[in-house]
Every structure is written in structure tokens, then in C-alpha cells.
């Protein structure tokens, strides 16, 4: 499942497919990002993060690739299984440990 | 282990009253945040602290204030407390000059 343009607030997903989250942030400035994960009643949990020097990165069946030019930011789930269901933010910081979150995409996997 | 605690994690309060919510961190950060999630805005910076004695204002600060008196603990205090301020209030750290902040686990606050 993808989430197209520039945000969704909702993605399903079936259990075993590949899943991508998309984040569009909004200043050119911005250094690090960083993709949290938000299960219900609990707080944000950090997954994974990037500098600006960098285009991709990838984690445990996370990768996240970077696109400076447009400034969008994206999040791929490899082999969704059901406990990635949440709801996913990404954050950008501008040099100041401050972070600026986004409005969150909720992901539901379909077994 | 090291952790963020928030307490209460429920709390229901009538418009008017002073509200303080709590935030203790064993992390030994320099850097602690307060933020407001709700439907529809993601999380929202309140207030912030990049060391004792240290509070600068977020982007939505009016109505609240916090105080830093120790490196562990950012209490945030609701002066008068408004049904607008009814939100799930997160707490976070952060090392100095690092930038991935850990959470709390929030405190639901209904202002009735």
C-alpha cells in the first residue's frame, strides 16, 4: 500500500506488502528528520532518523529516503505485519533541537 | 533503566482551576519539551527547556507556563484551565546537542 501526494491521514495495508508513508515538510533549513511511531495510548516511539546529508537510510524493514529538491520524506514498512498498525508522524528539526511534527498518517494492516 | 514518566495520566478538571501536570526524566537530558496532541494537528510544542533555569515558548504557549528548577523534572502548569485545553499532553527529552526525543507516555487532561 502508498500513501500518493503529499499526506494522507490514513493507509491500509495488506499484512506481507510493502507499505510507504509520505511526509512533505516545509523548510528548506530543516537538518534531521525523524519518523515516529504512535500506538494507541502510548507516546511517539522513535523508528528511525536522517540528516540532511544524507538520502536514504535504512533500518530493521524501515528505510526512509530524503528528497531535499522537493522536500518530501518517506517511510518504507517492508512485510507489514499487524503490529505496525499506528499511527506514523514525521519531524523535522531546524538546527535547534525543536522538532515540528506532522498531522500523522494512521496505517491499518488487513490480515 | 532510564525513562520519561508523566503523571497524572488522567485527569479531569473544571474551567477555572490551576492544573499542573508532571514530568520526571531519569535520562539526565538537558533538553525537555512539552507538547499537545490532538485530532487533526499532530503534536503541538507548548513549552520547552534546554537547561535549568531555561523555558522559552512554544507555538502554542498562551495559557500555559512551566518552570525548570532541576535537570530531571519540567512540570506544566495550566493557569486557568479551559475547555480548549482539553488534549493529551505529551512530555519529552532530549540530549544536549543530540536531536531524537524520547517520549512519555501522556497524560489525558478533560476540562469540564
Known amino acids: 500500500g502508498e500513501s500518493v501526494g503529499l499526506h494522507l491521514p490514513t493507509l491500509s495495508v495488506q499484512e506481507g506488502d510493502n507499505s510507504i508513508i509520505n511526509c512533505a515538510y516545509s523548510?528548506?533549513?530543516?537538518?534531521?528528520f525523524i519518523w515516529y511511531k504512535q500506538e494507541s495510548g502510548k507516546g511517539p516511539q522513535f523508528i528511525i532518523d536522517?540528516?540532511?546529508?544524507?538520502d536514504k537510510r535504512q533500518g530493521q524493514r524501515v528505510t526512509v529516503l530524503l528528497n531535499k529538491t522537493v522536500k518530501h520524506l518517506s517511510l518504507q514498512i517492508a512485510a507489514t505485519q499487524p503490529g505496525d498498525s499506528a499511527v506514523y508522524f514525521c519531524?523535522?528539526?531546524?538546527?535547534?533541537?525543536?522538532?515540528?511534527f506532522g498531522a500523522g498518517t494512521t496505517v491499518t494492516v488487513r490480515a | 533503566d532510564a525513562e520519561i514518566t508523566q503523571s497524572p495520566r488522567h485527569k479531569i478538571t473544571e474551567t477555572g482551576r490551576q492544573v499542573t501536570l508532571a514530568c520526571h526524566q531519569t535520562w539526565n537530558h538537558n533538553n525537555m519539551f512539552w507538547y499537545r496532541q490532538d485530532l487533526g494537528h499532530g503534536l503541538r510544542l507548548i513549552h520547552y527547556?534546554?537547561?535549568?533555569?531555561?523555558?522559552n515558548k512554544g507555538e502554542v504557549s498562551d495559557g500555559y507556563s512551566v518552570s525548570r528548577s532541576n535537570t530531571e523534572d519540567l512540570p506544566l502548569t495550566l493557569e486557568s484551565a479551559a475547555s480548549s485545553q482539553t488534549s493529551v499532553y505529551f512530555c519529552a527529552s532530549s540530549e544536549m546537542g543530540g536531536t531524537e526525543a524520547f517520549f512519555g507516555q501522556g497524560t489525558r487532561l478533560t476540562v469540564v
Open positions: 536522517i540528516r540532511s546529508n544524507m
Open positions: 527547556s534546554y537547561g535549568v533555569h531555561d523555558t
Open positions: 519531524a523535522e528539526n531546524i538546527n535547534d533541537y525543536k522538532l515540528s
Open positions: 523548510n528548506s533549513a530543516s537538518d534531521y
